[in-house]
């Protein structure tokens, strides 16, 4: 059997490898020149297994009003003449209600757990240099108010076999020196000694370099897609820009926000909107960064050491039309960054900024596709790509092996 897996970022580079481990003819198409060219490229390194709540929770109602008004919030909402937005924008309000999000927190909890085992797997059977390291995770709260209310949070994933501490402002200084100039900022942390963190594209870069080794497998990088063609209700064949076509049994469509027009295509409308992210990326000693990965929780940032790179990610645009490097917004984030590590040197950090295709609800969308028989999507994973996507990728492919998948597959069944 051959299957034709669109997108070389690490949700449909992971795709790939898992197919072809389980005995497929693989061919992987994408535009760009190089894997992990789009939102893979310099995301926050978190891979956060046992906090995986989605962005659509009730506390986001309240804090809307002030992030609008806000020019240094960490949300920037530019309001459009498009549809779209505003359906996305209707649906994730919906989305923010306790019962939604608890069931989400849940679900994605199941998906993360499965694609922590898939990584781990992968790291013993072919090991990859992606500054991998399980070091744990720090989330961070400035006021006693939003660390009792993490309590709740806590307590709940605890029921779902997490194992996390509520840490006062010195127990976090003792677990992780390097916020020590930060102390009177801080009232205390969540901590996750479980989490771990890594760099996403030199890990979906390793991986294509093993998928190249592969005789079963064909990478077409540097190849735009036109369309999918579609005859008597399966995708017949793959047209490219040049004309080519590139036929296969069964299609995956993991592009990232380029799912979106392939599917509208096909009369389907994927549930994909861009929400910007900006990352600041620099050079880092033991000394200056913090060992353990670090969430600034009021600011929505994150930090993580990745084997001498600090990686800082941060904020969210809504309806932020390019994906250049906005001046403002990353000079916000370098600002943040000296006052929590003033240690650092941050006029040496690289700036970059990508689109994460997030859904209304945060559950990605894995499995048969609504628009023909043998098609197949592994989209939506919002900032949670690197975490989910070893597991999503293990759970597609269970479900094209017409196997009994390790976890519900239910809750993420596409509807397009």
């Known amino acids: 059997m051959h299957a034709c897996v669109i997108g070389a970022g690490v949700i449909g580079v992971t795709t790939a490898w898992q197919l072809a481990r389980q005995g ?17 490229h310099a995301n926050g390194g978190q891979l956060s297994y046992s906090y995986v709540a989605p962005l659509a929770e009730p506390g986001v109602l309240g804090d809307l009003p002030k992030w609008l008004l806000n ?24 989305a923010c209600n306790a019962r939604t999000a608890s069931a989400t927190s849940a679900q994605l909890l199941s998906l993360a757990y499965l694609s922590r085992q898939m990584l781990h797997d992968i790291q013993q059977t072919a090991p990859i240099d992606f500054g991998h390291a399980r070091n744990g995770k720090l989330i961070a709260y400035r006021t006693p108010a939003l660390l009792d209310k993490a309590r709740a949070q806590v307590a709940l994933q605890a029921k779902l ?18 916020l020590a100039p930060a102390r009177s ?21 390793g991986l294509f ?49 380029g799912s979106r027009p392939l599917l509208a295509a096909l009369g389907s409308r994927a549930p994909l909107y861009p929400l910007k992210g900006y990352s600041l990326s620099l050079p880092c000693t033991p000394e200056q960064a913090p060992a353990i990965s ?3 929780y009021e600011r929505k940032t994150v930090y993580a050491n990745l084997g001498g790179t600090l990686r800082v990610a941060a904020m969210v645009g809504i309806g932020v039309a390019d994906q250049g490097i906005e001046a403002d917004r990353i000079a916000l984030v370098r ?7 003033p240690r650092v040197d941050a ?25 023909a028989s043998n098609l197949w999507l592994n989209i939506g994973h919002g900032a949670l790509g690197f975490t989910l996507a070893c597991g999503s990728s293990a759970l597609l492919g269970s479900l094209m092996a017409g196997e009994t998948p390790a976890i519900d597959a239910q809750p993420f069944q596409p509807a397009c």
């Open 24 to 40: 497929w003819q693989v061919t992987l198409v994408d535009a760009a020149a190089e894997p992990a060219s789009g939102a893979s």
């Open 161 to 178: 076999g997490s194992n996390q501490q509520i840490l006062d402002a010195d127990q976090l200084i003792a677990q992780e020196p390097a």
């Open 294 to 296: 670090v969430t600034d």
């Open 347 to 371: 006029d040496r950090a690289q700036a970059w900024a990508g689109y994460r295709p997030a859904t209304p609800d945060g559950r990605p969308r894995i499995g048969r596709s609504r628009a």
């Open 185 to 205: 900022q801080l009232a205390g942390a969540v901590y996750t000694p479980s989490e771990e963190s890594g760099d996403c594209a030199r890990f979906t870069q």
């Open 209 to 257: 370099q093993q998928l190249a080794a592969q005789s079963r497998v064909t990478l077409r990088m540097q190849t735009p897609i036109q369309r999918l063609e579609r005859r008597s209700g399966r995708i017949d064949r793959l047209l490219t820009t040049t004309g080519e076509a590139i036929e296969a049994d069964q299609f995956v469509v993991a592009a990232g926000m």
């Open 71 to 94: 020019p240094n919030s960490p949300l920037r909402f530019r309001p459009r003449c498009d549809p779209l937005q505003w359906r996305w924008c209707l649906q994730f309000l919906r």
């Open 335 to 341: 600002r943040q960054m000296r006052e929590l590590l």
